[in-house]
């Protein structure tokens, strides 16, 4: 039996408040639960010098919604970059960036050559004001529910310098909110929303069918299974090539690569994806490559990748386990990983030190190996809480980065006995004489007024704000509520959220209404 000072257990009554913040009254007012399909069939291909996508995108829009549409809602999110005046860039200057204000035009980048369809209809569409990364089309008949339309529309995207996700560094490509994508509508409205650094993401599931045509020198990772044999054996002879040059590795091989020669000739290689609302992929001519394999409990096998450059190679050459272990780990604690490959990619990132995308996450530099396992572990995890427990980050960013952050946490405690970079347990809990980062960085901003509750829109926090109210203090009250209920009994409860809500959109009181309903502690 743990022993809480009465001081202690105030604050874990409000912090758990503050966190499970939304009443009975908020869910029972809303209609009931339904969910929007998104299906997509993309084409398109690179020119490596000029930096620029070719191609056509079709999405089949299913309303489930009780409600009859009159126009859809889509968004361009690469058109952030297209300007100075974007809700991006002003969001860089509010956080003290000049980076993509002063850059040249020709860094700048977008979507253009949009001509869009509706069931072989040409519509009126226009940009929402002021954002010209939302688009509002106008259907030429009113979409009724449990109706579909079929959405086309060709497009260039001229890559941007990496200013934030979506950019490239020389000829590496990080094609990320790379293609038109229609807005959540939700029992809310709809979630239109300009791209943001500091705010997250909130798509419709459905499904994706893309081919991409570029140099065949390039090694590409993505979302979804590739369908390429060619490219399989490509693949494969990259990670016997990787296997033998790191079988003689010293710390003398790391450093910068330069880029091969493109290839003259071309590959045309094809992805599918099921059950995802999003699609990423990353091209790089120096990618090494590994590969591994994760047998779950069911005894379902998930291939694991890892593709990385001569830049903290050193790293990067034990990043094949960490992919592993954080698969079975979130398997085990959360639920079982529903699709057929994960991925993690070494590339230029200008948004942190990771990001994740379903079955696909690109890492940025580490300042060490145990670091890199963490943030790899960290974006895996992701997977769970973003890629199958879809939540609005926009909006409630603590149930996607904060409960995420809290298994981070139990990761490298389990693994390095160490609570990471968030472990999430102030030092008065745990009985050690330091405080931790997040713990001073709270106190900072509270005792100086300043602090904000994690229920707060992303794009409404500060900087300092943000990583305590999405990942330090969510993490926290979630450790509390392990030590509270008995990890047993929490980790059943979640992984009965799990399994309620995959491939669903939870909400803060759905997350709220799970644990207080009645159950049986095993």
Do not use: C
């Not at 056509?56 to 126009?71: C, F, K, M, Q, W």
């Not at 090539?241 to 590795?249: A, E, H, L, N, W």
């Not at 006995?417 to 509270?446: H, K």
Request: glycine share 6%; aromatic share 14%.
């Amino acid at each position: 039996m743990k022993y809480y000072t009465p001081l202690t257990l105030q604050i874990l009554k409000i912090t758990i408040a503050l966190v499970l913040l939304h009443t009975w009254a908020d869910l029972s007012a809303q209609k009931p639960y339904f969910q929007q399909e998104a299906h997509y069939r993309i084409t398109a291909a690179l020119d490596d010098e000029q930096h620029r996508l070719s191609g056509a995108i079709e999405i089949r829009y299913v309303n489930h919604s009780p409600d009859t549409l009159r126009e859809l809602y889509i968004h361009l999110w690469p058109n952030a970059y297209q300007e100075r005046s974007t809700a991006f860039a002003r969001q860089q200057l509010d956080a003290g960036s000049t980076k993509f204000y002063f850059a040249k035009d020709s860094e700048l980048g977008g979507l253009n050559n949009l001509d869009f369809k509706v069931n072989s209809q040409a519509v009126e569409w226009r940009y929402k004001p002021g954002n010209p990364d939302i688009a509002i089309l106008q259907l030429p008949a009113p979409l009724l529910p449990e109706r579909e339309v079929t959405l086309v529309t060709p497009f260039v995207l001229q890559f941007p310098a990496s200013f934030s996700r979506l950019g490239h560094v020389g000829q590496s490509y990080q094609a990320t909110q790379w293609y038109p994508k229609p807005a959540v509508y939700d029992r809310e409205g709809w979630h239109d929303m300009p791209y943001l650094e500091m705010g997250e993401f909130y798509s419709e599931f459905g499904s994706f069918d893309v081919s991409l045509t570029l140099p065949e020198n390039y090694v590409v990772g993505a979302t979804g299974v590739l369908q390429t044999e060619s490219e399989r054996v490509f693949l494969d002879k990259k990670v016997e090539d990787t296997r033998v040059m790191m079988s003689s590795f010293t710390t003398d091989n790391t450093g910068q690569d330069t880029f091969p020669a493109s290839a003259k000739t071309t590959k045309t290689i094809r992805y599918l994806a099921e059950n995802v609302h999003d699609f990423a992929w990353f091209a790089d001519k120096r990618f090494r490559v590994q590969r591994g394999e994760v047998v779950l409990p069911s005894g379902r096998k998930v291939d694991t990748w890892v593709m990385f450059t001569r830049t903290q190679e050193n790293l990067w050459k034990d990043a094949i386990t960490y992919v592993d272990r954080s698969v079975r780990f979130y398997s085990e604690l959360v639920g079982e990983y529903p699709w057929p490959q994960a991925t993690a990619v070494q590339s230029a990132l200008s948004a942190g030190g990771g990001m994740e995308y379903p079955m696909i996450t690109v890492i940025s530099t580490a300042s060490g190996a145990s670091s890199l396992d963490e943030v790899i572990t960290h974006e895996v995890g992701h997977n769970w809480f973003y890629g199958i427990l879809a939540s609005n980050e926009r909006d409630h960013a603590w149930l996607d980065e904060g409960i995420n952050t809290y298994y981070e946490g139990r990761y490298m405690r389990r693994y390095y006995r160490g609570g990471g970079t968030f472990s999430g347990l102030p030092a008065f809990v745990t009985g050690g004489s330091a405080y931790e980062l997040d713990e001073l960085a709270y106190l900072f901003q509270s005792r100086r007024r300043l602090d904000q509750a994690p229920e707060t829109p992303s794009d409404e926090l500060t900087r300092v704000n943000y990583f305590l109210g999405a990942y330090a203090k969510p993490a926290a009250a979630m450790r509390y509520l392990e030590n509270y209920v008995g990890t047993a009994y929490f980790d059943q409860v979640m992984q009965d959220y799990y399994r309620s809500w995959q491939f669903k959109h939870p909400r803060p009181a759905d997350f709220r209404a799970h644990w207080e309903r009645p159950r049986a502690k095993t």
